[in-house]
């Protein structure tokens, strides 16, 4: 069960699960060595990884090069399964700005085995939600930018529209894994300008149009 309740003016909603996209800008792809995908790159964090804006993100002792990765959040209003992009869209009921935080020396190490990359994605409020606004009240074109601060100094800075795979993309091809259901949560990739943080920083990030997300490293 989730640990967080999502309100909204549509209701609340509880994440079932959290559906996460790698690699989804060429350029954050490219500063991190990695190929640039020709398919939408999934993972996921449990529903208990999430905390709503304002937490404290604890750095686990066995990692120290955590790092933060501002994304768009989308929130699903209906279970969907094997739907087409149009389908996934109207599925897609709100948006919220997150962070995917991740332990990066850790993510190296499991890479370089070939292992999966829980240890580093899925610690205790490794994922960050603004508050959400509904699609009703936001004609998302786009064009937004997304931007984050670190102690007031821009690291990210990119419009959404260099994602490779799309919203209703992303969410039409998981779907074709799996069901998603009503109330979970997609994170859909970071671009460039990813980075180190460490004890004591103050995170502030935003798309345009939608509400900000901010926490402290502990």
């Known amino acids: 069960m989730s640990t967080i309740e999502i309100k909204t003016k549509a209701g609340s909603f509880y994440p079932g699960k959290v559906l996460c996209v790698g690699r ?7 500063e991190l060595g ?3 995908p020709d398919f939408p790159l999934f993972f ?4 208990s990884n999430l905390a709503h804006s304002g937490a404290v993100i604890e750095i686990p002792p066995y990692s120290d090069d955590m790092n933060y990765e501002t994304e768009l959040v989308l929130l699903i209003g209906k279970d969907i399964k ?4 149009e389908e996934a869209e109207e599925a897609i009921i709100g948006y919220a700005t997150g962070l995917d935080m991740t332990l990066r020396d850790q993510q190296n190490i499991l890479k370089g085995k070939g292992h999966p990359w829980e240890k580093a994605k899925c610690f205790d409020n490794a994922a960050i939600v603004s508050e959400f606004i509904l ?3 936001l004609q998302l074109t786009l064009d937004e930018k997304i931007v984050l601060d670190v102690d007031g100094e821009t690291r990210q800075n990119a419009p959404l529209n260099l994602m490779i795979f799309k919203p209703a ?3 039409s091809e998981i779907s074709k894994m799996m069901t998603i259901e009503k109330g979970d949560l997609v ?3 970071t671009p460039a300008g990813v980075g180190r943080v460490t004890s004591g920083a103050v995170l502030s990030g935003y798309v345009e149009g939608i509400p900000e997300v901010k926490a402290t490293v502990k």
């Open 187 to 189: 994170f859909t990739g």
């Open 34 to 36: 990695n190929e640039v």
């Open 24 to 30: 989804n800008y060429e350029e954050h792809a490219k």
């Open 82 to 85: 094997n739907v087409s992009p």
């Open 169 to 171: 993309v992303i969410v």
């Open 44 to 47: 996921m964090k449990p529903s």
């Open 135 to 137: 699609k009703e009240d």
